[in-house]
DNA sequence: CTGTTAGCGCTTTCAT
DNA sequence: ATGAAAGCGCTAACAG
């Protein structure tokens, strides 16, 4: 029993006895095709089960109704959420995304983007870590591109959250309670949304109100949060902003161990609200980045190079601060 | 100025003085085309910066190097690591992964299975939630396919992991412990792996030791698990097997409000061992299920339909009983 | 070993 | 309004 192969355009001509062309017409919606013909095309097709190859139509029409998505890591909550929102966002309006995890290697990034590219219409580099030189380098080659958390770029268009506010608002936040002592654990020195992270920490200790924030280095990961746990406590700080909430968690972990009580000894701050977040003990006090969004918002920007209808702003989504229980008044206050 | 358009075969040919042939052989590595020629092609191509389209390459070679992995939710951690270890996999032997989040929508995951079909060489069904019958009639039309935590399906691959068998452990933890009434919080009840979980239930209980275990519907969420804190409080059980550990989180959640000592007063079990169940407070036991390696298992299946020289076998993983802090001796023992 | 030719399955001028 | 024919960029017989 041989099996039916995929019925093709032309055993829906034969069937409805037309030409090629007018099924193809037909089948694409083509005005300019009688009615009832095009009535006549349409039930052959749908009797054959036929649909159009979407191969053969991408190789004709120079599309794919594709685009790529390169990764750092998929293991990262953030990532997995800005993946989502694209992926939705994409999918209603009819396109496909192709994965593709760099697994953190700069080489491997670099390779994939220009490998995926040639297979679909365009490609989103997720929070590249490669150099600002490598990266100005390879986008012109990959247009329509998008970035998504990586400085501006010329002539690609950039989504990102504005690290800076969400510290500034976090330092706020604890300055309001009465903390005057931080400990500022940073992450991948050299990352760019550490630099934000920065920033607004020298800006407010420049503010006066006799801030001191003393930056250890730690690490993006649960681990490298507890770490550095007794480094934390010899500072004698009230107060801890972590680069991100699994470092915030790593530390709230290595601090109960200890019978450290958070927040009253210690309040922590997280970056992110990743899910569980909320599901520490105590949840975690953190700034909200809102990744599904600039997951939809780096689809928006893609959309809009492929279809060159709308402007593509720069776009940046301003983090927000959620309260929970793990910063209060400090505990000498 | 014109940007100059992605070189063709046609250019590579031109500037190498060979024929189309020549540099097609030449670039696909065939070794019946001279070695200084080839040198030569491969010089020409290097210098225009060639790529063969791997689109044009698709429509005459009928594959595209391309697989789609069907996922009913992008947000639940267990798929986010079979999507991670399916795409490391995958990429590991030259192939792109193309996902598509069903969103939990039967009509939608049925679609996109047919769709991403016709531009893949084949589609990984991730826990399809569409019916026996529904799959079983989709499927060929798919093939090659894989279906990944579903029962066993004629004609069709399929990986999983053992439920049952991970459900006996924490059975045999929680007696071994001296438990003997228990709560088994259920999850969607029309599920397949809540049926596993059941049969492992009901076969434990019929072997005698006094074992006595009562369900309680919940859900498959942490909220769910919150809900039902109450009522699981009522039964007067020393321990309870919840769902997965996102319920057992809620739960757990739930009951460190109402100051109960976990695991003193009560015992809690997870199932999944998703990436924060070793940070709750306490720590989860739970059945860890491997699931970034059956998202490798599940590649290989493909693969090897795809390359059709090694057999596919059924697979089954089995989960590994990760005993932490939530489980101890009754507290009536 | 290399070049010529015929498609892969579709869309789109260009005629009619 | 419809059909015939020319490709999209590549690979694979088929000659030589």
């Known amino acids: 029993m041989a099996r039916a192969a995929r019925p093709g355009i032309t055993d829906v001509a034969k069937l409805a006895g037309v030409s090629l062309s007018t099924v193809s017409r037909a089948m694409n919606g083509n005005p300019t095709v009688d009615p009832a013909l095009a009535e006549r095309v349409r039930a052959a097709a749908a009797q054959l089960g036929y649909t159009a190859s979407p191969v053969a139509r991408s190789l004709v029409l120079g599309r794919t109704q594709t685009v790529a998505v390169v990764i750092p890591d998929l293991e990262n909550p953030t990532f997995q959420a800005i993946l989502r929102g694209l992926s939705r966002a994409a999918a209603a309006d009819g396109y496909h995304v192709l994965v593709a995890d760099s697994r953190e290697d700069l080489d491997e990034e670099h390779a994939l983007a220009r490998a995926t590219r040639l297979r679909t219409d365009g490609v989103i580099l ?16 990959l247009s329509p591109a998008v970035v998504v958390n990586r400085g501006p770029q010329t002539g690609t268009p950039v989504v990102g959250a504005d690290y800076e506010a969400g510290t500034r608002q976090i330092l706020d936040h604890l300055t309001a309670l009465g903390h005057r ?5 940073a992450g991948a020195t050299r990352s760019v949304t550490h ?18 924030v003393e930056e250890i280095t730690a690490g993006v ?30 530390l709230l972990s290595a601090l109960t161990i200890r019978l450290i009580d958070v927040p009253r000894q210690l309040s922590i701050t997280g970056f992110d609200d990743i899910p569980f977040a909320a599901y520490t003990s105590p949840p975690l006090t953190t700034a909200a980045v809102p990744a599904v969004e600039l997951g939809a918002a780096a689809w928006t920007a893609m959309h809009a190079q492929l279809t060159a209808d709308e402007p593509t702003p720069m776009l940046t989504l301003t983090p927000t601060l959620v309260v929970r229980g793990s910063t209060a008044i400090p505990h000498s206050a």
């Open 181 to 185: 002592r931080l400990v500022y654990l």
């Open 126 to 141: 997720c929070a590249p870590r490669m150099s600002e030189d490598e990266l100005a380098e390879v986008l012109p080659a």
């Open 195 to 212: 630099r934000a992270r920065q920033a607004a920490i020298a800006a407010a200790v420049r503010d006066g109100d006799g801030l001191e």
């Open 221 to 250: 990961d649960f681990d490298s949060g507890t770490a550095v746990a007794d480094r934390v406590l010899a500072t004698g700080a009230t107060a801890v902003i972590a680069y991100n909430d699994l470092v915030a968690m790593g």
